[in-house]
C-alpha cells in the first residue's frame, strides 16, 4: 500500500499515490470479477454434470419399475421403495409411468434427508371409475409415518417424521385397491 507523502502540493505526488492506489483497487475488483465469472462456470458445469447423472438414474429407475409391473383384477400395480432420489425425480417418474401404462396404480416410497417421502399416483380412469382419490387415500397412509400430504385424485405426496412407518404407510396405500 503506497504512503501518502505530500512535500509539495505542486509536485503531484499525492495525486499520483491516490491515483496508483485506485488503479490497484480496480486491478484488483477485475481479478475478484474474473475468478467469480470462473467459480460460476465451474458450477453451471457441475450442475449440468449432476442432472445428467440424475436423468440418467431415473431412466434406470423406470426401466426397474417398468420390470416390476403386477396386474390384479385389470389393475396393473407399482409399489417400490426407492433409494438415493429426489422428490423431483420421483414425480417425473410418476407421471412418466401414467402416461405410459394403462390402469395404473403407483405407489412409491423413498428415504429423503432421513425422513419418509410417500408418493402415489392413479391413471384418470382408475379415480374416476373405481372412485380411488390419491389425496385422501395419501392423507389416510400418511398417518402410519407420522405425517400428512394431500394431492389431486389421480397424483399425491405426503412427508413423515416416522421413516419407520415407511412400509405401513405403502401398505395402507394398496389396501385400498381391495375396497
Given amino acids: 500500500m503506497p504512503s501518502l507523502n505530500i512535500i509539495s502540493p ?6 499520483i499515490e491516490v491515483l496508483s492506489n485506485a488503479i490497484t483497487d480496480f486491478t484488483k475488483i477485475k481479478l475478484d470479477a474474473s475468478i467469480i465469472d470462473e467459480l460460476n462456470n465451474i458450477k453451471k458445469a457441475m450442475l449440468k454434470e449432476e442432472e445428467q447423472k440424475g436423468k440418467e438414474q431415473a431412466k434406470a429407475i423406470k426401466e426397474e419399475l417398468l420390470n416390476e409391473v403386477r396386474n390384479s383384477n385389470g389393475v396393473n400395480i407399482i409399489t417400490k421403495k426407492l433409494t438415493a432420489v429426489d422428490t423431483a425425480t420421483i414425480k417425473d417418474l410418476a407421471f412418466q409411468l401414467k402416461a405410459q401404462i394403462d390402469n395404473l396404480y403407483l405407489v412409491l416410497g423413498a428415504e429423503i434427508n432421513g425422513k419418509p417421502n410417500l408418493t402415489i399416483a392413479i ?35 405426503a412427508g413423515g417424521t416416522n421413516l419407520n412407518g415407511l412400509d405401513a404407510a405403502m401398505e395402507k396405500a394398496l389396501s385400498f385397491l381391495a375396497n
Fill in 123 to 157: 391413471s384418470d380412469n382408475l379415480a374416476t371409475e373405481r372412485k380411488l382419490h390419491a389425496g385422501n387415500i395419501i392423507r389416510e397412509a400418511a398417518k402410519e409415518m407420522q405425517g400428512g400430504g394431500g394431492g389431486q385424485p389421480f397424483f399425491a405426496t
Fill in 10 to 15: 505542486s509536485n503531484g505526488s499525492l495525486q
